[in-house]
């Protein structure tokens, strides 16, 4: 089946560093990724939506200068979350589409933000 | 109200019962219904997508209520590697492929 590979699995870091999450799609192409975060015992959330060769489009509330999203090949999204602070510590997952629905999604990665 | 409504749980059952789950949406628009399972500290996982006429996989039913904007999930004979979280998930007409809304997820505990 389709396999979305997330890396890193868990990252920990001072406060005001900038972190980069890959989001890899390995055995198919991906023109659309998605970035979602959970928040410990809360829903998962989108946070935006990741397009091969554009712009990325974010949810409404989603501070696009601080969630950088690069989506440069049709099987690699990043997301960078700049000068980290300790609210920005959650879960994050990317997820792609092979096609149609339904969405397969990355192992995730837990940022902890000191 | 919130767009996707789940009891919270713990649902703690013994192995070998019958465990049923509910989730309610707001949004009569919603086109696409999935159950999702997730382990602690895991990505969620697909368990399956719900159907109108309703579908079976094994030992999971999973049943659509368009009228009542309601879904369940029906789980016989619990095993001890059924105990997840269960997220109820729905994709609204109109939304990016990818605005699935997730429910805050139902606990599942079985037991010995």
């Known amino acids: 089946g389709a396999v979305v590979s997330q890396h890193p699995s868990w990252v920990i870091c001072k406060s005001g560093t900038s972190v980069k999450i890959e989001c890899r799609s390995l055995?198919?192409?991906?023109?659309?990724m998605f970035w979602y975060r959970q928040f410990p015992k809360q829903s998962l959330m989108l946070m935006a939506t990741s397009n091969e060769g554009s712009k990325a489009t974010y949810e409404q509330g989603v501070e696009k200068d601080k969630f950088l999203i690069n989506h440069a090949s049709l099987t690699l999204s990043t997301l960078t979350v700049t000068s980290a602070h300790p609210e920005d510590s959650s879960f994050y997952i990317c997820?792609?589409?092979?096609?149609?629905?339904?969405?397969?999604f990355g192992d995730g990665t837990r940022l902890s933000i000191l | 109200r919130k767009e996707v409504e789940q009891d919270p749980g713990p649902f703690n059952v013994p192995e070998g019962a019958t465990v049923a789950f509910n989730c309610t949406y707001s949004?009569?628009?919603?086109?696409?219904f999935f159950w999702y399972r997730q382990d602690c500290r895991k990505e969620p996982k697909l368990l399956m997508s719900v159907y109108s006429s309703g579908n079976e996989d094994g030992r999971f039913t999973a049943q659509l209520n368009r009228a009542s904007q309601y879904i369940s999930l029906l789980i016989r004979d619990s095993k001890l590697s059924d105990s997840a979280t269960y997220l109820c998930v729905v994709r609204s007409y109109g939304g990016s492929q990818g605005n699935l809304i997730f429910g805050k997820g139902t606990k599942l505990s079985v037991k010995p």
């Open positions: 055995d198919f192409q991906a023109t659309t």
């Open positions: 949004n009569s628009a919603s086109q696409s």
């Open positions: 997820s792609a589409l092979p096609g149609a629905l339904p969405q397969h």
